[in-house]
């Protein structure tokens, strides 16, 4: 099974604090997303990366920046956290040709 | 406009009744389309996809697509109170996923 690992399921932070979300996949995709998803606004895209050190920008980047080092990882950076960026993060990948996602469980963040 | 919209709910049906859950989208050129379900507090898991104009069916499971009428809606017949969750409609469009707001089912025993 596709499996998408997502470092911490609740985080606790203060305004201003640099903020790492880490996500692992196994099943070798190219491409993967971070969204966040807050109620009544549903998904949306932060960043996507198609490659190795390949990174673009989604409909929300703002406030967030990405690193891919590897092709299993793929991080998102909060780099002076905010109370709005209070929400919950999703990692996903694609499976190649179908468009399939596959989600992580979820990291529910919360900036004070 | 909204790339995806669907009615946000909640639709509430009786067991063993049939829901229909609908989505609209705007690119008349999307070619794949998606619907997740959503557990409160867990992620998106998949349930179908349909690329083709017409009916695909998985079980309780009916997709439909209207390219036409940029429409697609999930079908689910014998509604169970396990089906209660939300649903969310995505198209895919150049290499990502972009998702509806979603609908929110519930089935009532």
């Known amino acids: 099974d596709v499996k998408v690992t997502q470092s911490s399921r609740y985080l606790v932070k203060r305004t201003g604090e640099k903020v790492f979300l880490e996500c692992v996949q196994d099943?070798?995709?190219?491409?993967m997303f971070w969204y966040r998803q807050d109620p009544g606004l549903g998904l949306r895209l932060i960043y996507f990366?198609?490659?190795?050190?390949?990174?673009e920008k989604g409909d929300i980047p703002e406030g967030y920046s990405v690193s891919r080092e590897k092709k299993e990882r793929f991080s998102l950076i909060l780099e002076s956290a905010s109370t709005n960026q209070t929400s919950m993060y999703l990692c996903?990948?694609?499976?190649?040709?179908?468009?399939?996602?596959?989600f992580g469980e979820g990291s529910r963040l919360t900036v004070l | 406009q909204k790339e995806v919209e669907q009615n946000s709910g909640p639709l509430s049906v009786p067991e063993g009744a049939i829901a229909s859950l609908n989505c609209t989208y705007s690119?008349?050129?999307?070619?794949?389309f998606f619907w997740y379900r959503q557990y409160s507090g867990k992620s998106p898991e998949l349930i179908m996809f349909?690329?083709?104009?017409g009916d695909k069916e998985d079980g309780r499971f009916t997709a439909q697509l209207n390219k036409a009428s940029q429409y697609v809606s999930l079908l689910i017949r014998d509604s169970q109170p396990s089906d209660s969750a939300t649903y969310l409609c995505?198209?895919?469009?150049?290499?990502?996923?972009?998702f509806g707001t979603g609908t929110r089912l519930q089935v009532f025993p």
């Open positions: 349909i690329y083709s104009n």
């Open positions: 990366s198609y490659d190795v050190k390949m990174k």
């Open positions: 099943m070798d995709h190219e491409n």
């Open positions: 995505a198209v895919l469009h150049t290499d990502k996923l972009i």
């Open positions: 996903a990948s694609i499976r190649a040709g179908t468009g399939e996602l596959f």
């Open positions: 690119d008349r050129g999307s070619q794949s």
